[in-house]
């Protein structure tokens, strides 16, 4: 079993950024890959980021392509996910999810946190 807990959501102005971080234990995260995915209020939830064990290979979502950084410290046991050049659209339940593989998709995922709330302002 591996729990899940982010943490950093907030509220901040639009063009502002926020570091959220997601801290295991449990099992180390070593074994997995790590996902951020957001859920809005009235959407379904969506992918966002993954990165593989290693930290070589990441994969975005084309609407956060350029803006956010998905990272892992493996010795930590902590995934991140840098969030730069905030838009209100970025509003979204944030959570991270250690899984078999670099998947787009939720089922690829084992595990999951509670979530953190980001509400960026206009």
């Known amino acids: 079993q591996v729990q899940l807990v982010e943490s950093g959501g907030g509220l901040v102005q639009a063009g502002g950024s926020l570091r959220l971080s997601c801290a295991a234990s449990?099992?180390?995260?070593?074994?997995?890959?790590m996902g951020w995915f957001r859920q809005a209020p009235g959407k379904e939830r969506e992918f966002v980021a993954t990165?593989?064990?290693?930290?070589?290979?990441?994969y975005y979502a084309d609407s956060v392509k350029g803006r956010f950084t998905i990272s892992r410290d493996n010795a930590k046991n902590t995934v991140y996910l840098q969030m730069n050049s905030l838009k209100p659209e970025d509003t979204a339940v944030y959570y991270c999810?250690?899984?078999?593989?670099?998947?787009?998709?939720?089922?690829?995922?084992?595990?999951w946190g509670q979530g953190t709330q980001v509400t960026v302002s206009s």
């Open positions: 999810a250690a899984g078999r593989g670099t998947y787009t998709a939720i089922a690829g995922y084992d595990y």
């Open positions: 449990g099992r180390t995260l070593r074994r997995y890959a």
């Open positions: 990165v593989d064990w290693s930290s070589l290979n990441t």
